[in-house]
């Protein structure tokens, strides 16, 4: 449909998510952050360091240490509360974008000027060795979070997986996954009344605008009048499951209104029909 091509977002969403994949894959290098106690210390930093450095120096947009960047990440794929927490916490609403490699490195190295200058580097240092790990100081911590991101960190770290056979770094992959994003965004906008479910490369769009918290809201405030929330802790894509009849409505919607397959592309693998079979991109839905 012509009117869905033509949604304009605030950001260009194709650099974005190219680092955004970037970012995953050093995620996924790392085993140590599927570890339950490196997350509850990265959550403990996150609350108590990251939150407070970045809202003084939330002008900059700063880069965190791996650990602390993965944690937000997954805070900012629940757009409410990660907008209800900032305020509680900080007073305002933390600023975030992707970075390539080097533009990461320069916003580190003043993130970490940043932090010897608010906190030292002794206490707790900058950058966190995993080899190292002290869970003492985070055995009487209560987190004042409204939103589990141990486990959120847990369930997105499968993300990665998914996308991973999938060209995203070709150009025409991208600019694809980009305009049946804003098919997905314009659906969303005709049936508001509707739960619809986005196929992993509507997804990977979606975080990717997710994860620039003040764009997000702006385009969606702009184009749905309303906060479109992400939703992971249903994790049911069996038969009959709230999830999967979700995705099935989807499925009939887009067809009706866009006269064409949920997802036609041979390298995208539908998001609930082979989620358990993991067959990705080797079936059309």
């Known amino acids: 449909m012509e009117a869905a091509s033509k949604l304009m977002f605030s950001i260009d969403l194709l650099p974005q998510v190219s680092k955004h994949i970037e970012f995953l894959e050093r995620v996924a290098e790392v085993p140590d952050l599927k570890d339950e106690n490196v997350l509850r210390r990265a959550v403990y930093r996150y609350e108590k360091y990251w939150l407070p450095l970045a809202a003084v120096h939330r002008d900059k947009c700063l880069a965190a240490p791996l650990d602390i960047e993965w944690i937000w990440h997954c805070h900012m794929l629940s757009p409410n509360n990660y907008e ?104 969303c906008k005709l049936l508001p009344q509707l739960s619809l479910t986005p196929s992993i490369s509507m997804d ?24 479109l929330l992400h939703d992971d802790t249903n994790t049911d894509h069996g038969e009959g499951s709230k999830l999967h009849k979700a995705t099935q409505l989807t499925k009939t919607s887009w067809e009706k209104i866009y006269n064409e397959p949920f997802e036609s592309c041979i390298k995208l693998y539908c998001y609930a029909q082979c989620w358990s079979s993991k067959c990705y991109g080797i079936c059309r839905c």
């Open 204 to 227: 990977l769009l979606w975080h990717t605008h997710q994860a620039n918290p003040h764009v997000y809201k702006f385009d969606m405030e702009k184009i749905l009048r309303r906060l």
């Open 84 to 187: 209800s927490d900032c305020i509680s916490l900080v007073g305002v609403v933390v600023s975030h974008t992707f970075y390539n490699k080097q533009e990461r490195e320069q916003s580190l190295q003043v993130a970490k000027n940043g932090w010897v200058q608010m906190y030292g580097d002794k206490d707790e240092p900058f950058t966190m060795e995993f080899s190292k790990l002290d869970i003492d100081a985070v055995e009487t911590f209560r987190s004042s979070l409204s939103y589990d991101l141990v486990a959120a960190a847990l369930r997105q770290s499968t993300f990665y997986d998914k996308i991973s056979s999938i060209e995203y770094k070709n150009e025409n992959e991208l600019e694809n996954a980009n305009e049946r994003y804003k098919q997905y965004i314009y659906l």
